[in-house]
C-alpha cells in the first residue's frame, strides 16, 4: 500500500502532518506520530514537517516521537523540521 495515494496525487514537494498524539473521548480527531508516519508512507512526499504538538496540553506526542516512527518505517530522510516564521525553499 505504500505510495498508493501518491498515484492519485502526483509529486508532493512537502507535507505538514499534524503528529500530535491526543487521549480525546473520540478516538481518531487527530493522527498519532505512528499514523501521520502512515501517512508520509502513503503519500510519500518529498520533504515532511510535524505540526500542531505541545499546543495544548492533550497534544502531548513530540517531533522525537514522529521521527522514531519515520525511522521504523524508514522515511527519516524525507524529515524537515520547521521552526516558527522558518521557511523553505521547494
Known sequence: MRGTVNRHL????LLVV???AVAL???GVTMGPARAAEAVAL???AKVSPMHYGTFPVL???PSDFVAALKAKG?????????L???LEL
Open 25 to 27: 473521548a473520540q478516538p
Open 10 to 13: 502526483g509529486h508532493v514537494a
Open 75 to 83: 522515511l527519516f530522510d524525507r524529515y524537515q523540521p520547521l521552526q
Open 85 to 87: 516564521h522558518e521557511t
Open 43 to 45: 503519500v510519500q512526499p
Open 18 to 20: 499534524a503528529s500530535a
Open 60 to 62: 502531548n506526542g513530540s
